[in-house]
């Protein structure tokens, strides 16, 4: 199955139609467009998060299940798109899902409108999700409520979606090569957030996106890249690909602080995969190179 559509990152591209990635005003999701799909990207659902809190540290924290799942299916209703990807830890356990967690995804899945497609990008939090979102055995498919035809979960290192031009993986582990020979990559993981204050002292965390080019150096080193275009030692090699990294969905799983000194990043490409990264608040509000906010 493919994935893509529109909203985007505003550089030039490397080739003659670029895609474009732009994030939804207000939200910590972004459309593109790629062929003939429309896309809504997501990333770090995290279901499950507050049993997994009173299973792993003892807090009690409401389900804040049904409001993340309105929040999710008013935004299939505001962009309307043929696909929803997302870019890794749709559910919050290591392992297979929990009941309460396996419990929220089955009533999400089966609230989706009949005509989405979706596509998982497994996460280092999703285990053995392709187990029951695609099942193999007609007794478990005949338990479902929902479509897994319909479902496709890929691997961590991602895919390239339809024709090539967007890239996506979870940024747990090293991009497939094929992610990397797209001409924007999107990935989540990172849950990037900023501290800001104020003048009186007060501060506050917001999410934030993370938007650049990626950086050659960290990339070269690996032996697995040695066939990417932009990676070869050419006079003039093609410019590397725009990277997109999205905020987490889920608001209550906090992130990486990228506006402080000896932060340290989850993805191991990142930062120094990072060239000329800059950070925007979910309104759109550019707040320029990450690391100096």
């Known amino acids: 199955m493919s994935d893509e559509r529109r909203r985007s990152v505003p550089d030039a591209p490397r080739g003659s139609a670029p895609p474009r990635v732009e994030p939804v005003p207000g939200e910590p999701a972004a459309t593109a467009t790629v062929g003939t799909e429309r896309v809504l990207l997501v990333a770090d659902y995290h279901a499950g998060y507050e049993a997994g809190l009173r299973y792993e540290r003892g807090v009690d924290v409401p389900s804040h299940a049904p409001e993340r799942r309105e929040r999710l299916l ?7 798109p043929d696909r929803l990807v997302v870019l890794g830890d749709l559910m919050h356990s290591i392992g297979d899902p929990g009941g309460a967690e396996r419990g929220e995804l089955e009533v999400l ?9 979706v596509t998982v990008v497994k996460g280092n939090h999703d285990g053995g999700i392709e187990d029951w979102l695609t099942p193999e055995s007609e007794r478990e498919i005949a338990a479902l409520d929902f479509d897994p035809e319909a479902v496709t979960v890929t691997p961590g290192a991602g895919v390239a979606l339809g024709d090539g031009a967007v890239g996506v993986c979870h940024g747990h582990t090293w991009p497939a090569p094929e992610v990397l020979e ?3 990559v999107c990935l989540g993981h990172e849950h990037p957030c900023v501290r800001l204050e104020d003048e009186v002292g007060g501060s ?5 996106w993370l938007r650049g080019r990626l950086e050659p150096a960290p990339f070269r080193e690996r032996p697995e890249y040695a066939g990417v275009s932009w990676l070869k030692g050419d006079d003039a090699p093609p410019q590397s690909p725009r990277v997109v990294v999205v905020p987490a969905f ?7 602080w990228v506006n402080l000194a000896n932060q340290s990043f989850l993805s191991p490409f990142l930062p120094a995969g990072l060239v000329d990264g800059e950070a925007y608040l979910l309104d759109g509000t550019r707040l320029g190179p990450y690391d100096s906010v």
């Open 250 to 256: 889920n608001d209550l799983v906090g992130g990486t």
């Open 182 to 184: 797209c001409d924007v």
């Open 74 to 80: 008013q935004l299939l209703e505001r962009t309307d």
């Open 109 to 117: 899945f089966e609230a989706f409108p009949p005509s989405l497609s």
């Open 204 to 208: 506050r965390v917001e999410r934030t």
